[in-house]
């Protein structure tokens, strides 16, 4: 079993940075990819950023130049960089782990952009 606890969110200014993070706990497979994804309301959840364990990233055209995302594999972590926010990147922010055997997800951080 593997638990996922995610930190970092909060309000920020239109144009402002947030980095969020991941830590991971339990039984962890060696091999796996970590991402971290986002839904609005009424909408389904999207891929923001991904990185496998042996560092290919991977991200959606909304998050290219602008976000991102990194893992220290020591402390089982998982980091977003968000800079250059907007209104619309403003939802709950989820961090996923994927494993061979099965996908975890964390609780969720909101993370709000608003002036």
């Known amino acids: 079993q593997v638990q996922l606890v995610e930190s970092g969110g909060g309000l920020v200014q239109p144009g402002g940075s947030l980095r969020l993070s991941c830590a991971a706990s339990?039984?962890?497979?060696?091999?796996?990819?970590m991402a971290w994804y986002r839904q609005a309301p009424g909408k389904q959840r999207e891929l923001v950023a991904a990185?496998?364990?042996?560092?290919?990233?991977n991200y959606a055209d909304s998050a290219k130049g602008r976000f991102t995302i990194s893992r220290d594999a020591a402390k089982h972590t998982v980091y977003l960089q968000m800079n250059s926010l907007k209104p619309e990147d403003t939802t709950v922010y989820y961090c996923?782990?994927?494993?061979?055997?099965?996908?975890?997800w964390g609780q969720g951080t909101q993370v709000t952009v608003s002036s």
């Open positions: 339990g039984t962890i497979v060696s091999i796996n990819t």
């Open positions: 996923q782990m994927l494993t061979p055997l099965r996908t975890y």
């Open positions: 990185i496998t364990s042996g560092g290919s990233t």
